[in-house]
Each structure stands twice: as C-alpha cells, then as structure tokens.
C-alpha cells in the first residue's frame, strides 16, 4: 500500500480565522484577511480562466492518504465517517481507508449532531446565510467580524452581511450542517460544521456524491 502523509503549514494565529455556514466564523480579523489578496490566508486555485481564493487552512496536525485506496475510491463505493471524539473525519472506499483527517466540529453550544446521514447538497462554492461579517454599505469598512446575519450592528450606513465562504460544501443535515474547507485549530470550535483542512475536503468532494452515507458519532 502507497500511503503519504499530507503536512498541513502552521499559520501564524493573527492571520487565522473561520469559514463556516449555519456554522463557523469566529475571528474578527477574518474579514481583513478575506479582503486581502495578498493574505497567505488565502489558498488559491484555478478553474478553467477563473481564479478562485478560499480561505481556510488547518493548524499543526497531519492527514493520512493511502493512495492505492484512494484511486479505488469515487462516488459508488465512498462513505464518510465523523468521529466527533477524536475530531477526525475518514473516507473510505468500500470498506477501506482512503483518508483520515483532522477536523474541527461543533463547539459548546453548537455541537455538531450525531446520528446516520447522507450527503444532502454539494456546491463547489456556497456562502452562510447565518454567519460572517456586517460592513458599512456606504464605506465598506468592517462594522463586525465574527456577524449574524439575524443580528443587525448599530453604527455605520446600511449595514450589509456578507456571508462567510464555505468552499467544497457538503450539506449533511436538513438544517444546515455541513462539511467544507475551514481553520482546524485542533479542537471542535465551529458553530456546528464539520470544518476540514483546504488540501483535503477537495479530495473528499470529489468522490463523493447527492446520498452518500455519512455517519458522525463520539
């Protein structure tokens, strides 16, 4: 078996911060680094002619990928394995191990659910509609990082939400728990999202499909 492990860089805690849906973003220095193209925040990728810049990066841990399993692996054999205990989350290829990875979930007060469930919804791009930053309409400058969209700021002119980012969404409750690229400090910290490394939800996203099976338990 081909197995590597995938180093993930240890960034710097000012220039860390959270991308969630109906879950995640915390650090009020997320909008600055959001703005900033210049951020090593960002991860870039391209697609066709269009680039794309996501945030999220994970912290000090490493993910396993047993590659063999891994060119097995794809959208009629794969399952998804949440262990909320260990904050690790594993694809598997039928009843291989493809991936293990470090995750970051619910914190207290926005565990994420346990139980049996299936992937609902998969998006290459999908911003929260409850979680991100208030700006100035007018200005543009930040009124609020770490914002719900359900709790208007005082100050500023017409203050506008902006949802935070939310990239290779995988929607796995009906109410909006999900997982996609995120900061993975190492500890369940989100608001309910399972938050996965940049280098490795891709991997899973793309192997996985609308009903595959999903299982998050402690």
């Known amino acids: 078996m081909n197995f590597r492990s995938c180093p993930i860089p240890l960034l710097a805690l000012a220039t860390l911060a959270a991308s969630c849906l109906s879950s995640c973003e915390t650090n009020p220095s997320y909008h600055e680094q959001l703005h900033n193209p210049n951020s090593d925040y960002y991860n870039r990728r391209w697609d066709g002619q269009r680039r794309y810049d996501y945030p999220g990066s994970s912290a000090s841990r490493n993910a396993t990928i047993n590659e063999d399993v891994l060119a097995r692996t794809n959208s009629s054999n794969s399952r998804i394995e949440i ?8 694809l598997y290829g039928g009843s291989e191990l493809a991936i293990e990875t470090q995750i970051s979930t619910g914190r207290e007060g926005h565990n994420t659910p346990s139980g049996n469930f299936s992937v609902l919804e998969k998006l290459p791009e999908k911003k929260s509609t409850l ?42 409750t009906k109410d909006g728990v999900g997982m996609h690229v995120g900061y993975v400090p190492n500890y369940p910290a989100s608001h309910g999202c399972i938050r996965v490394p940049r280098r490795i939800q891709p991997l899973i996203y ?13």
Do not use: C, N
């Open 83 to 90: 262990d909320l205990g260990a904050q690790k989350a594993r």
């Open 206 to 218: 793309e192997r996985v499909k609308v009903g595959t099976p999903v299982t998050i338990r402690h």
């Open 131 to 172: 979680y991100g930053s208030w700006v100035d309409g007018s200005t543009g400058a930040l009124l609020q990082g770490d914002g719900d969209s359900r709790s208007r700021p005082s100050g500023g002119v017409s203050p506008e939400f902006q949802g935070a980012p939310m990239p290779y969404w995988l929607r796995v």
